[in-house]
């Protein structure tokens, strides 16, 4: 939980001596979420002053759970601020590992790369000598020599993609034949008939 | 890509509609997720209405191509979200999701995403001198 509080305090500015009335709730809030107020690397104001009167604020606050390796890790960047008189604030906290892999093998449905793929394992499944295993380690070997012909035969006739909205393929190995009937005869049938498919 | 962590940006940009925008370019290859207080509307359209000539003016916050924009949405202007939680696009993955269900107010983001098996939130707030945002979630 983090952002503009709008909340003065000794508690977490020293150069500000007094207290806040709502300190309480607001530790109360974040105990029963679990999290405590994270203290910057760099403590310093998050606010600077309009004017040459006041003092700058420590108002941004940012609360994490204190098991979190980013507990008390965050940073302020006031020379990032720019026009604006908020500082910002640089937050990296830990989450549970996430695979954000957006690609995929694939091969197409009753196409020639099918074909190719299911020929190749077959063959090279025929060609596995398997009268040899007569030990462990032998099977072993013969084991993992299997594993290689299927990871083999499938990353050489697969093709990498990358999932997108549009990664749905539409256009079939039918709409293909049908267009290409259509095209050599011209019959209205045949025109229906790609309609139908497509 | 295996993600292991979550880098946040966060600040108040007091409707600035021109930090906003820097904000959001400059962050866009090494930051995850911003979260922005105040942030900045334009007038989008007008729609036609019975009551105004010129039309219901419509107010919204920038959007950007790299990042999604989670912002409650409320009719009343004068309820107009103080909050604003921009996504990396990248991330998609993980299934940032918006909560009103939880927490309705226009001073407050709840976003919930998925790492792994488990629900984390990142909770928004800009809490006004009044202390609305602090008093509605006690």
């Known amino acids: ?198 | 890509m295996i993600k292991e962590t979550l880098k946040i940006f966060s600040q108040n940009v007091r409707k600035n509609k021109t930090l906003m925008n820097v904000i959001l370019e400059n962050n866009k290859n090494t930051m995850d997720v911003i979260l922005v207080q105040e942030p900045p509307k334009s007038l989008i359209c007008r729609v036609p209405s019975h009551t105004n000539s010129l039309g219901e003016p419509i107010y919204g916050t920038p959007n950007y191509p790299d990042w999604t924009l989670f912002i409650r949405q409320d009719p009343i202007q004068e309820n107009y979200a103080r909050v604003a939680t921009y996504v990396n696009k990248k991330l998609q993955k993980m299934r940032f999701t918006l909560r009103p269900d939880i927490i309705d107010h226009c001073n407050i983001n709840i976003l919930a995403f998925h790492s792994g098996q488990h629900i984390n939130f990142v909770i928004n707030v800009y809490s006004d001198n009044n202390q609305n945002a602090l008093q509605f979630l006690n």
């Not at chain 1, 937050?91 to 190749?120: Q, R």
């Not at chain 1, 293909?176 to 005869?185: P, V």
């Open chain 1, 1 to 198: 939980m983090l952002g503009d509080f709008n909340i003065r305090d000794n508690n977490w500015d020293p150069n500000y001596p007094h207290y806040s009335i709502h300190t309480e709730d607001l530790f109360t809030l974040a105990k029963s979420l679990g999290l405590d107020l994270s203290p910057p690397l760099n403590p310093g104001p998050t606010r600077f002053a309009d004017n040459l009167h006041d003092t700058n604020f420590v108002i941004d606050l940012v609360f994490i759970n204190p098991n979190n390796p980013g507990f008390g890790q965050h940073t302020l960047h006031p020379k990032l601020r720019r026009p604006s008189d908020y500082v910002p604030l640089f937050i990296e906290v830990g989450i549970n590992e996430t695979n954000l892999d957006n690609t995929f093998w694939s091969i197409g449905k009753d196409n020639k790369e099918e074909e190719n793929f299911i020929k190749a394992l077959t063959n090279n499944i025929l060609a596995l000598d398997t009268m040899i295993i007569m030990f462990k380690e032998i099977l072993e070997i013969t084991v993992q020599h299997l594993a290689n012909i299927f990871s083999n035969a499938w990353y050489s006739h697969t093709k990498k993609k990358h999932i997108t909205k549009h990664s749905k393929e539409w256009w079939t190995h039918d709409c293909t034949e049908s267009l290409n009937r259509y095209r050599t005869i011209g019959a209205i049938e045949h025109g229906r008939e790609f309609k139908s498919n497509t």
